[in-house]
């Protein structure tokens, strides 16, 4: 494959959105594509009426690239032309040179290194000019549209697990429903009660910042509480001591739950392991009475619309949202029968299975789609040969080293010490090659006949056998 230095400049044009404001939106005109469009296909699009260059008219197909805020690469697959907002480019192309899905790769992994650049200097954008300056390796066209044939179809991979993840989380939902009905307005008539009187703590972690160490006892947030899971990677560490401190507020146990009731509200999991941590105050520790409180049937409870609505609407604070314990301890659920809640279980962690395994097998895609992809962008350079290597591939060079050393032709000790580790590493990389190349005929080998070592070339070797073969 043949590659040639060019940047990004070189290939297209990066023109900025339009600077829209406020009052330049209307109900009616043309879409005003923001970030948050190309990020939330739910999103909400302001419209405008404002008449505005054409260049900041974004067709379907065209390409656009977020440098601000939340960096990404995007095509435009609308029907309906649209306007290009500020914070965002549209790609102009100046040569057919590059395929243009290759060219959104391209971009891909340049904001990814462009990013974490900047992570390093404080900045939370790109500008034009470093997109402009990314300079990487083009391959022929040919070569471009393999390679995106192989990325589409890791992708495409991609979407169905995405998919297969979204349908089962569906029906973890539709199971709850069925079994449970709503429970705002209580379907099924079950009993109900004060989730204080189903549980035997309802409490958080500390509300001071802890003194974090390299290493030590586990110390958790809310940004490590995600749906159905804890996060145990990312966490951060506290000394034994100030552990033992925090135990007061209640020691997390097999079967508890964490919900998080600051920042990002409602996210549950239960804990389904004994393991040593504290936690801090944007997580709340639940212990149910399991005698009438299914855990698993609470996280489901939990993530329920209804409950969801209720916990938001109630929140405290408006800078930060924060969710009190009272308004916890008071919440109404509904109380199904144990029997019941307990047959949920089953079916949840039957369920639970195969979104494990969907995850598993995302995180897999995933790895080999930035593998690739880096691959791509990052040829490796070509192996240099180094000194046994040209002796291998140089047959006279090899033959007459060959026969300097069975007939020990040295002029004193040193000489041949040299060529003893010579001759080693030359076998040593003959049954290498061997190995995964059967046909290979370079190099030397050593064999037994009789009580005697036998040097000869591999390519004498091969074919002796192969006669050998004939003449039986």
């Keep these: ?42 999103a909400e699009y302001n419209r405008t009426t404002k008449n505005v260059p054409e260049k900041f008219i974004v067709n379907k197909g065209d390409i656009l690239i977020a440098w601000a805020g939340s ?16 914070h965002l480019f549209k790609v102009e192309f100046k ?34 000019g470093q997109i402009n300056e990314y300079e990487f390796n083009l391959p022929d066209i040919n070569s471009q549209i393999k390679a995106t044939s192989i990325l589409g179809k890791i992708e495409s991979l991609i979407l169905t697990r995405q ?8 029906y973890q939902t539709s199971l709850f429903y069925t079994m449970f009905g709503d429970s705002i307005i209580n379907t099924f008539n079950w009993p109900q009660i004060k989730l204080k009187e189903a549980t035997f703590l ?50 997390p146990e097999k079967g508890d739950i964490l919900l998080t009731k600051s920042g990002s509200l409602g996210r549950s999991a239960v804990l389904e392991k004994d393991i040593k941590f504290s936690f801090y105050e944007s997580i709340a520790l639940i212990k149910c009475n399991k005698d009438i409180l299914n ?30 314990l009272k308004v916890l301890r008071d919440l109404d659920i509904i109380l199904p029968p144990i029997e019941r809640q307990n047959q949920f279980e089953i079916i949840y962690k039957q369920v639970q299975v195969l979104s494990d395994k969907i995850d598993d097998s995302l995180k897999l ?9 880096y691959n791509t962008f990052n040829p490796k350079k070509p192996k240099e040969k180094d000194e046994i290597d040209t002796l291998i591939h140089d047959d006279i060079q090899l033959e007459l080293f060959l026969n300097t050393i069975n007939a020990s032709d040295f002029e004193n000790d040193e000489q041949y010490d040299i060529a003893i580790k010579k001759l080693y590493r030359i076998l ?34 091969k074919y002796r056998l192969k006669d050998e073969a004939i003449k039986n």
């Design 365 to 373: 895609l995933n790895e080999l789609l930035e593998a690739f992809v």
């Design 95 to 128: 040569t057919n040179e590059i395929d243009k899905i290759y060219f959104k790769y391209v971009i891909y992994q340049s904001l990814k290194e462009l990013e974490k650049k900047a992570r390093g200097v404080g900045l939370k954008h790109l500008n034009k």
């Design 428 to 461: 040593e990389r003959t049954s290498s090659i061997n190995l995964s190349n059967e046909e290979n005929l370079k190099g030397i080998i050593q064999r037994m006949e009789s009580d005697t070592i036998i040097l000869e070339t591999n390519k004498e070797y």
């Design 202 to 251: 309802i409490s958080d972690g500390t509300h001071r910042t802890p003194k974090y160490i390299e290493d030590g006892v586990i110390f958790l947030s809310a940004k490590n509480i995600n749906k159905n899971t804890i996060d145990w990677q990312n966490v951060k560490y506290i000394q034994e001591t100030e552990y033992a401190s925090l135990l007061t507020r209640g020691n």
């Design 71 to 86: 960096l990404g690469v995007y095509e435009w697959h609308n029907e309906e032309a649209a306007l290009l907002n500020q």
């Design 1 to 42: 494959m043949n590659f040639k230095k060019v940047k990004i400049k070189d290939l297209v044009n990066l023109i900025n959105g339009y600077s829209f404001k406020s009052e330049d939106w209307s109900s009616e005109g043309k879409k005003i594509i923001r970030i948050q469009n190309l990020n939330n296909s739910e």
């Design 295 to 324: 855990p698993y049937f609470f996280v489901s409870l939990l993530r329920s619309n209804a409950i969801q609505y209720i916990l938001n609407d109630r929140k405290k604070g408006v800078a930060v949202k924060h969710l009190h």
């Design 163 to 170: 998919s297969t993840k979204l349908l089962n989380e569906e």
